[in-house]
C-alpha cells in the first residue's frame, strides 16, 4: 500500500512564502509523474506544477516563477516551494503520484489561506 502524507499549509499573509511537502510511504517514487495540484472553493482541481519521469517540469501560467516544484529521493518526499503569494493562491493543495502499472496516488489535501 502506498500512501501520501501532505503536511505544510497554513495561514499567511500577501508576499508570504510556504513549503508544502509530501511524504510517500513506499516506492512511490519509482514515477511516471509527480504533481501538485488545487482546488479553490467552489472551483475545479487545477494543475499547478508537475515533474515527468523525463525530467520535465510544468507550471499553471499563473505560479511560473514563483513556484517550484521538487523531490528528495532520500526522504522520499516531494514538495511545492511557494513564494510571493497572493490571495488567489488560497485554495486545498493536493500532491499527486502516477507510478508504473500504472498506479495513481493522491495526498489527503492541506490548506492554504492567504490573507489580503
Known amino acids: 500500500q502506498v500512501q501520501l502524507v501532505e503536511a505544510g499549509g497554513g495561514l499567511v499573509q500577501t508576499g508570504g512564502s510556504l513549503r508544502l511537502s509530501c511524504a510517500a510511504s513506499?516506492?512511490?517514487?519509482?514515477?511516471?509523474?509527480i504533481a501538485w495540484y488545487r482546488q479553490a472553493t467552489g472551483k475545479q482541481r487545477e494543475l499547478v506544477a508537475s515533474?515527468?519521469?523525463?525530467?520535465?517540469?510544468n507550471y499553471a501560467d499563473s505560479v511560473k516563477v514563483r513556484f517550484t516544484i521538487s523531490r528528495d529521493n532520500a526522504n522520499n518526499t516531494m514538495y511545492l516551494r511557494m513564494n510571493s503569494l497572493k490571495p488567489e493562491d488560497t485554495a486545498v493543495y493536493y500532491c499527486?503520484?502516477?507510478?508504473?502499472?500504472?498506479?495513481?496516488?493522491w495526498g489527503q489535501g492541506t490548506q492554504v489561506t492567504v490573507s489580503s
Open positions: 513506499g516506492k512511490t517514487f519509482s514515477f511516471i509523474a
Open positions: 499527486y503520484v502516477a507510478n508504473p502499472g500504472p498506479k495513481f496516488y
Open positions: 515533474i515527468t519521469s523525463r525530467g520535465s517540469t
